[in-house]
Every structure is written in structure tokens, then in C-alpha cells.
């Protein structure tokens, strides 16, 4: 009769039956009245979201001190009424040290144990096997409970990071996985909340032990070792160790066909997007969601693509959707704000980013979009305080520090600045728009060579990650201005010519994170350039073309007076012809131009974006949204010069 109940009590249970589950369950414990029935009574009450009455049955049958599983299960109870205090005085508040050693000696006791009895390594007959045998099951329990023991950890580092100590979380996370490398769920809590630099998740992973998950034999635990440490690659920082992060991908999608699998993909997707190959990225997020479309992993890289790349549309019918099926989701307000916030609505885009935070403290992209919208109103005050708190809840991440850095030179506060640039830079050394922003500081602060070679890194680095030059341009103009502060005016030349010729290829489209504002700001300077260099005409030429596109610019108007000035009476031969000899017909030649220069601009107007800024950051977290426009590379334009 028990042997029957147990097996109707597990197909009820296959079959989500629950009543009827619990209905067997409690008679099997009237009939057995046997410890492990009453824990899987508890667990079932525990599925159907009863969890007092779990908790009250765990408690009246005294199995709180029965097991490591037990005591689990009542904590998970508590969590789930959110009753933190409650959680950890069962759990405890501190990880026990034992823990930490035992863990692994007794696993590969258990290796060994089970190797020497596959060997037939017992000598003393019936007797000798059958206290082999319990030493063994022993061993088992033993990994069992540890297992526990590390979900418990687990369980003590949601509570800390539900009562905001973030610290202590990391530490319990970090503790379960070194006890126990096959509890995902802690390590996947510091990866996706950040909560650890690149460098130190790089050495958390080196120095968790792979090789002590049971298995039945030495080639299959080295394999199982290595399939598992490559699993765990793929979710840690893409800004370090990429080559690393490519085999790890390239072995799991080649010899265990995870090509196609979707965390793969996401990684994949998360490593285009720092490089700022938003369309490569939006294509495998998008070819993911057409097969699950309410796959909310995706939903933070898919949203920022979309954004970069200018698609309110596809953002629309995608919000809607997602607030139609899924409303108590935070992502589904997170797609709301970033719709808004694309078709620049400002205060409708915080009010969703602020509703998708509440709903999920913890969801780094809604901090960062919220932070964004007092950005890009000028609120900067306000916007300090908004990544300020990002930065506390993330602090594994650098792009709250950064954020927090380039909202102080918005404000001329260059030490402030330079302070949160720093810290940034210590966690993250190879982001190129950090170094572009640290190199702004420097330009700021006259120092030009450490500029100009923070410049060079950001543009290198860039290359090495094959990002689209595009989103480079600013920086590249950067490097340009500090040419010319420094004097180097064929250099300066070049770099502003690379500008312009990028910002104008034929290939680049509307999306593209250029502007016409920007590119009268790069003829002027061109202009300025080589009106220093003596190249007289042609810096007239330049100055003319940009006046073409801004016709009020104060700049390229007092530049090229001063140029007119320098050549009346007479042409040195440029581009307006030798028939010129007076300054009315020069002036007469000058209108002409400027008005081509005009009509030539209007007619690329609609299939050209910015020429210069770009390079926006936007988090996912790691997802990255876009602080708009070329401020948030901080082009730079001299006005005493």
C-alpha cells in the first residue's frame, strides 16, 4: 500500500495535480508517519503558494532540525512572504566556515570511495562490502546536505540584498558557489546584478573547483568540468578576456551543437553590443524573440538595440504587446519608457522607468533609463543622484561611474569628474568611451599628451573590437582639437578629414549617430586649421562649406572675416579661378558657393544623420541606453581659440 500511494503520489505530481498530490500525501503519512513523507507533504503545500501552512506543517512535524533541506525549505517559505528576518534567523547570518573546506574534501572522498568499489578494492569479504556500501550512502547524504547548505547560502544572500546590503549578498553568493559550483542561481545573481568587477569575476571563476562534481568516471569528469567552466565563461564580463569568451562559445557550439542555443545567442548579442554592433546584435536578438517572444533575458539587449538604432515602431508593437499579455513584469514598463524615450517624451519615459524600478528594485536597466531621462533635460543635479544610486546597487559595473563622470563635466566639476572616471577606469579599463571621456578631462585640464594618447587607446581599442568607426567619430575629433591645441596642424588636418569622410560615406544611413551641427563644428576648425597653416583659400573654402550647413555660426563667420581679411586685393590661385582680381568679385564667388554649399546639404539632409558625437553607452546590465546626441561624447570647440 505505501509502495502504491508513493507511485500515485509522483504521478499527480508529473501531472501538476497538486490536491490530489496532497490528498495521497497526507494518508501516506498517516500510514508511515516517516520523516521524508511529512518533508514532501511540506513541499507540495509549498508549490500551491501555501506557504504559512507550509512553514505551521514543517514546524508542528519538528523537522526545522531534521535536515539541511528542512530548514531550506522553511527559509524559502519565509523569503516568499518576504519575512527576511524571520529567513535568516533560520538560516543563519553567517556562512559556516566548515562549509567552505568540507565541501570539496568530501566530494572527492566520495570519488574516491566510489572508484575504489568499482576496482572491487575490499578484502574482507560480505562484511567489508556492506560497510563499504553505508560509508557510501553516508558520503552521499553528506553531498546531499552540502548541496542544501549551499542553497541556504543562496537564500541568505537574497535576504541581504532584499534589506540593501549588497556586501554581504555578494559574500553568501560567493559562498554558494564555492560550495556547491553547480548552484547557478548564486552565480548567476552576481553576474546579471554585476556585483563583481571583470577582473575579480575572471578570478572567482579561476578559483572555483569544477573538477569536484561527482561523475562516474576520470575522462568524463574532466569533460564535465570543462563544459561546465565554459557554461559559466559565457556569462561574465565581455570587456575582458574575449578571446577566451570566443573558444568557450566556439567549443560549445561546435562539439555540444549549443549554436543556437539562447543563452549562447544572448552572449553572443551582449559582446556585439559593446562593441557597438547594434544591427549584428538586433539581428540575433530579434531571430530569438520570433521563436519566444516572451523571453525577458532578451528583452533589456533587445530594447537598447532598438533604441540605438531608431526604431520607435518596432518599440511601439513591442510595448504594447508585452502590456498586454505580461503587465506585472518589469520589463514590459522598461520597453513602455524606452519607447517614449525614443520618440524624445520625455517625463511619460521616467514615469515608466520609475514604475519598472519599484517593480523590481534591483533591474539595473530601469535605474539607468530613469537616470537618463534627467540627462537628457539638462537635470543634471538630479541625474547625479539617479546614477548614484545605480552605482550603489551595481557596484560590479562601471558604467554608473562613468555616467556619474561625464554629468560632472557636463558641469565643469573636472575633479569630480576625473574622480568618478577613475574609479571607472578600475573596473573597466577597456571600454573606449571611457577612455574618450578621461581623455576630455585631460584636454580640459591642458593636459594634451596624456589626452591625445587616451584618444589613441579609445580609437585602437575600438578597432580591435571591429566597431563600427562611426560611433567613433567624436573621439576621433577629439584627437583632432587636441592636435590643434598642441600646434600639430598637419595631424590635426588628417584626423578632421578622417571625420568628415566618414561622416559623409555614401554607405552611412539616417540611424547613424552623426549631425549636421556637428559637422559645421568640424569644417570650422578644419577652417581654422589651415588658416594657421597659410592655406588661405582653402580654409575659406572649408569655412564657406560651413556656413553652408549652420549659416548663424558665430565661429566660422569671425574666421572667415578674419580669412577675407587676409586676402584683399588679389587670389592666391585656389579654387575660384584666376579670373577673380577684386574683392567683389571674390564676395560675389563667396555667395555662390555658400548658396551651393546649402542646397547640397539640404539634398543630403534626409539620408544623413549626425556627423559627429556617438559612442553612447547604454546598459542591459549589462544593457546601455543612449544619452543622446554628440553631448555625451563632449565635442569640443574652443572658444578661445
Known amino acids: 500500500m505505501q509502495r502504491f500511494l508513493k507511485e500515485w503520489r509522483q504521478d499527480a505530481m508529473h501531472k501538476h495535480q497538486y490536491d490530489s498530490a ?23 503545500h509549498f508549490q500551491t503558494g501555501n506557504y504559512s501552512r507550509a512553514l505551521t ?6 523537522l526545522l532540525d531534521h535536515s539541511p533541506s528542512c530548514r531550506y525549505l522553511a527559509a524559502h517559505c519565509c523569503v516568499k512572504q518576504s519575512k527576511f528576518e524571520d529567513a535568516l ?19 572527492r572522498k566520495l570519488q574516491h570511495t566510489s572508484g575504489n568499489a568499482r576496482n572491487g578494492m575490499h578484502r574482507k569479504g560480505s562484511s567489508r562490502i556492506e560497510k563499504g556500501g553505508q560509508s557510501e550512502e553516508q558520503e552521499r547524504e553528506a553531498t546531499s546536505d552540502s548541496k542544501y547548505e549551499a542553497a ?16 554581504r549578498a555578494k559574500e553568501c553568493y560567493m559562498d554558494a558557489v564555492r560550495i556547491d559550483v553547480q548552484c547557478f542561481e548564486a552565480f548567476d545573481q552576481l553576474m546579471k546584478n554585476s556585483l563583481l568587477p571583470p577582473d575579480e569575476e575572471w578570478e572567482f571563476l579561476e578559483s572555483l573547483d569544477f573538477d569536484s562534481m561527482t561523475t562516474d568516471g576520470t575522462e568524463t569528469a574532466q569533460e564535465v568540468a570543462n563544459f561546465t567552466k565554459m557554461l559559466y565563461t559565457t556569462r561574465l564580463s565581455k570587456y575582458k578576456n574575449s578571446a577566451e569568451f570566443s573558444n568557450a562559445v566556439d567549443s560549445l557550439s561546435q562539439h555540444y551543437k549549443l549554436d543556437t542555443n539562447p543563452d549562447l545567442l544572448l552572449s553572443k548579442a551582449e559582446l556585439l553590443f559593446t562593441q557597438c554592433r547594434f544591427k549584428q546584435a538586433l539581428a540575433i536578438t530579434t531571430s530569438v524573440l520570433a521563436a519566444d517572444q516572451y523571453n525577458f533575458s532578451f528583452l533589456p539587449l533587445h530594447l537598447a538595440c532598438l533604441h540605438e538604432l531608431h526604431q520607435p515602431n518596432t518599440l511601439f508593437l513591442l510595448a504594447h504587446r508585452l502590456a498586454d499579455t505580461y503587465p506585472d513584469e518589469p520589463a514590459t514598463w522598461l520597453a513602455v519608457g524606452v519607447y517614449y524615450l525614443s520618440i524624445s517624451q520625455i517625463a511619460e519615459a521616467r514615469r515608466f522607468f520609475s514604475k519598472a524600478s519599484m517593480m523590481n528594485p534591483h533591474f539595473g536597466p530601469a535605474w539607468i533609463g530613469f537616470a537618463h531621462t534627467f540627462a537628457l533635460e539638462g537635470e543634471h543635479d538630479q541625474a547625479v543622484s539617479a546614477y548614484g544610486t545605480a552605482a550603489r546597487l551595481f557596484q560590479g559595473t562601471h558604467l554608473p561611474q562613468l555616467f556619474l563622470g561625464m554629468q560632472h563635466l557636463q558641469l565643469h566639476n573636472l575633479t569630480l569628474a576625473h574622480e568618478y572616471l577613475t574609479t571607472a577606469y578600475k573596473l573597466c579599463s577597456t571600454d573606449p568611451l571611457l577612455l574618450n571621456e578621461t581623455g576630455v578631462v585631460f584636454y580640459h585640464l591642458d593636459h594634451l599628451p596624456e589626452a591625445i594618447n587616451l584618444f589613441h587607446q579609445a580609437l585602437a581599442i575600438a578597432d580591435e573590437i571591429d566597431s563600427d ?11 583632432g582639437h587636441a592636435y590643434r591645441r598642441q600646434h600639430q596642424w598637419s595631424l590635426a588636418l588628417g584626423e578632421f578629414d578622417e571625420v568628415l569622410r566618414q561622416g559623409s560615406a555614401p554607405s552611412q544611413q539616417a540611424d547613424s549617430n552623426s549631425s549636421t551641427t556637428g559637422r559645421h563644428h568640424i569644417l570650422a576648425a578644419k577652417g581654422l586649421v589651415l588658416l594657421e597653416m597659410g592655406r588661405t583659400w582653402e580654409a575659406i573654402g572649408s569655412l564657406h562649406e560651413a556656413l553652408g550647413v549652420c549659416p548663424q555660426d558665430p565661429v566660422a563667420t569671425d574666421l572667415l572675416a578674419r580669412a577675407l581679411e587676409e586676402n584683399v586685393g588679389g587670389d592666391e590661385g585656389g579654387e575660384f579661378g584666376d579670373e577673380i582680381r577684386t574683392e567683389d568679385q571674390l ?5 555662390v558657393k555658400r ?22 553607452s547604454a546598459g542591459a546590465g549589462r544593457a546601455r541606453m543612449s544619452e543622446g546626441g554628440e553631448d555625451s561624447m563632449m565635442v569640443m570647440s574652443d572658444g578661445d581659440e
Request: glycine share 10%.
Open 22 to 44: 496532497i490528498f495521497i500525501g497526507d494518508k501516506l503519512l498517516a500510514l508511515t508517519n516517516d520523516p521524508n513523507d511529512a518533508f514532501w507533504l511540506a513541499q507540495l
Open 57 to 62: 506543517f514543517l514546524a508542528k512535524h519538528k
Open 89 to 107: 534567523a533560520i538560516l543563519g547570518d553567517k556562512t559556516p566556515g566548515h562549509l567552505l573546506g568540507n565541501a570539496n574534501k568530501s566530494r
Open 152 to 167: 541556504m547560502c543562496f537564500l541568505r544572500g537574497v535576504c541581504f540584498a532584499k534589506q540593501n546590503s549588497y556586501d
Open 469 to 479: 568607426p562611426t560611433f567613433w567619430l567624436a573621439t576621433r575629433a577629439n584627437l
Open 587 to 591: 564676395e560675389e564667388a563667396m555667395e
Open 595 to 616: 548658396q551651393e554649399m546649402m542646397r547640397r546639404e539640404a539634398r543630403k539632409t534626409g539620408r544623413r544623420g549626425k556627423v559627429v558625437g556617438g559612442g553612447d
